[in-house]
């Protein structure tokens, strides 16, 4: 390869990857999600109940005429030369795929210039199987003057045109985080910060009722009670305890890992500018929420709060139906105590403005954890009269090992750590049912402070050992991506980027350059780098999503979707909420199993739990490509 100046030229959640010390492999097919503790079972009942029409052949056309030169369908290959639409940091990995059907060289051309600023030579051609298409790469990671370029090769369609910049993912990163404002329960969103998708305030959640399932001697059924604030979980409206543990776990986590950065960071939400982060005003706004999810009587958190069915497309102040909090659960509980044993840790940093609540948070999160202790296997089951979302995971030894992990942190005490028994727990992606790699997460970052009791070498090599096994999924993918059939489970966009947040973790200890690459290439991969073509987050790139499954967006008049959103990607589920025959392939590729359309809630939905490994992702490469 040769730099070249000033010439012009014409022309459930998947536990695949893991491992234990113990040889202990989980191995679970993404066909039977049930087995993986992903949530299939909700899934008969909201697939054989979907009442929504199947696009018609104008508006699934409509979905199709956005992106009108995406991949083919009749011969797979992607339509153009594929790149990370939003950019690259200069001293970042820079890899793009190419179609066959070109030459065997590349060139990169500046835009402004029509220079050819660089040339080499494709790699050798292979099958990517979860697209079912051959493709090789064109590795440019040379180019490091900023500017606007593409990627060419004679014969085939140059890429989008793409940046090569410093902070190229500084408005990805606060708008993914803006994201969260936008979803906030029970608070109107004035013009001044959330501009056209400005609306009332909806759900405020302080007269809530107990569902029959979640009934005690002290809280009978009917009971109201009040649980104001929190997110939205996603296009519903519902507010869940289960996926919130990882969804705000991993926003703590940016700020506990990425400090200088997101305490210099401006998001433009109402709290903008006083003496805290943004991102801990933000999580503070589902903390509160969360706090009251937790019955004070006896330590138990209830599992979600929501309606009994699922609203239709309507903004938030008009889906005015009673809202419940159904049943106490150990996952709930034990996500609970996780939480806000982390939560403690970062709040007490900022003691002078959340005066006593550190201490409150973390007694919250031991009587939690006490509660667990004696109902260690209580699972949620969906209620008669209830239909949304279940988040039903039934294991929770994943659970017991995080909530212990951030107990041991934030208290010191040993027990926990011997409870947590590290040498029995593997390591797979997170996910929020498969909550084990958190712990790893948490005491890799805190491994120079923990007691003498805990095995900082086990820790280390545990996590290394994880991002190892992505690296050499990463290298011999086509794609260059770490993504195996088995991650294309629903939310498998989520799924990437808690992979690349997990080779982080692995760079962040080793400073190795290809845990670094990888995880650029599966961010590459959400931002274009795919066979879909999509930029896969709204507001970002040339071909972002338009039609995202989220009620307020599909409701407004804005043309525009709210933006900062990561859209769930493709999966196996894909069959039956637009009809099977809307989607561009099948199995066979199932990595373009995806619609831009409302109607594909199986992959056209936003939540909280993917949003948030976009955040820690797009933040972790701007802090450590040199952000000032
Ligand atoms: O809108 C709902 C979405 O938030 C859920 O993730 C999804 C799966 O539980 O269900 C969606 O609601 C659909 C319902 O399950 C079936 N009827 C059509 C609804 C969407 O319009
Ligand atoms: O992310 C959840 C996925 O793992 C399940 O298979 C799916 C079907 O039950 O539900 C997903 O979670 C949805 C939740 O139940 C309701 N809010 C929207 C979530 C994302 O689609």
Redesign the pocket.
């Known amino acids: 390869m040769k730099l070249l100046t000033n010439k012009t030229v014409t022309n ?1 959640p998947s536990p695949f990857t893991s491992f234990s010390f113990k040889t202990v492999l989980t191995f679970c097919s993404a066909f039977v ?1 049930a087995a993986c503790g ?3 079972g ?2 008969t009942a ?1 697939e054989a109940n979907n009442s929504s029409p199947a696009p018609t052949a104008s508006s699934s056309n409509q979905a199709s005429s956005d992106t009108a030169s995406t991949s083919s369908e009749a011969t797979g290959e992607p339509s153009r030369i594929l790149v990370n639409q939003v950019g690259y940091a200069p001293q970042a990995a820079k890899v793009a795929v190419v179609p066959e059907g070109g030459a065997a060289e590349f060139v990169v051309i500046d835009t402004a210039t029509q220079a050819t600023v660089l040339q080499g030579e494709l790699s050798a051609f292979s099958e990517w199987t979860p697209a079912g298409q051959v493709v090789a790469q064109a590795d440019f990671t040379e180019l490091a003057q900023p500017g606007t370029y593409v990627v060419r090769v004679e014969g085939v369609q140059d890429s989008d045109p793409f940046v090569v910049a410093s902070q190229p993912y500084q408005a990805l990163n606060a708008s993914a985080l803006k994201a969260y404002y936008y979803n906030r329960a029970g608070f109107a969103l004035d013009a001044e910060y959330a501009g056209e998708w400005a609306r009332d305030a909806g759900h405020a959640d302080t007269e809530v009722l107990v569902h029959a399932s979640a009934a005690s001697d002290q809280r009978p059924e009917g009971t109201v009670i009040s649980a104001p604030k929190g997110w939205y ?4 409206y ?1 507010k ?1 305890v289960v ?1 919130s543990g990882i969804s705000t776990y991993t926003l703590l986590a940016a700020l506990e890992h990425f400090g200088d950065f997101y305490t210099a960071n401006d998001t433009g939400i109402p709290e903008s500018g006083n003496s805290t982060p943004d991102i801990l005003e933000e999580v503070m706004w589902n903390l509160e929420w969360m706090l009251d999810m937790q019955d004070p009587n006896d330590g138990g958190v209830y599992h979600k709060l929501t309606t009994k069915n699922f609203s239709g497309a309507v903004m938030p102040s008009e889906a005015t139906d009673t809202r419940y909090v159904v049943q106490k659960t150990t996952a709930a509980t034990l996500n609970f105590a996780a939480v806000m044993a982390a939560a403690s840790r970062v709040v007490a940093e900022y003691e002078d403005v959340y005066s006593g609540l550190s201490d409150e948070m973390l007694s919250a999160a031991q009587s939690a954890w006490q509660w667990a202790e004696a109902n260690p296997d209580i699972a949620y089951q969906q209620p008669a009269d209830v239909s ?4 039903d995971d039934d294991t929770f030894n994943d659970e017991f090992a995080w909530a212990a992990a951030e107990l041991y942190i934030s208290t010191g005490n040993d027990d926990y750590y011997q409870t947590l028994n590290l040498t029995e727990q593997s390591i797979s992606n997170p996910a ?2 498969h909550t084990g790699a958190l712990a790893w997460v948490s005491l890799a970052h805190h491994r120079a402070n923990l007691t003498e009791a805990a095995d900082v070498s086990l820790i280390e090599s545990g996590v290394q050992q994880f991002a190892q096994e992505l690296v050499a999924d990463s290298e011999a993918s086509a794609y260059g991506v770490a993504l195996l059939h088995g991650d294309f ?3 498998s966009n989520g799924g990437a980027l808690n992979k690349a947040m997990m080779l982080l973790q692995g760079y962040r200890l080793s400073g190795d350059a290809q845990q670094l690459k990888a995880a650029q290439a599966l961010f590459d991969y959400i931002l274009g780098l795919n066979p879909t073509e999509y930029s896969y987050v709204t507001g970002f790139g040339e071909r972002p999503p338009m039609h995202i499954h989220h009620r307020q967006s599909e409701a407004d008049s804005v043309v525009e979707p709210v933006p900062g959103f990561v859209a ?1 990607g493709p999966n196996t ?1 894909a069959h039956n909420d637009c009809g099977a025959d809307q989607y561009p392939a099948g199995e066979e590729a199932i990595a373009r199993a995806y619609l831009d359309h409302w109607c594909s ?1 199986s992959t056209n ?1 936003v ?1 909280i ?1 993917w949003n948030a490994p976009l955040v820690y992702v797009s933040g972790a490469l701007e802090s450590i490509y040199g952000w000032e």
């Open positions: 459930r999600l992903s949530n299939s909700s899934g909201d979980d996603a296009g519903d519902g869940y996926n949304t979302g279940a988040y929020w049912a489970y629903w939310g769930g589920a809630y939905e939540t739990n």
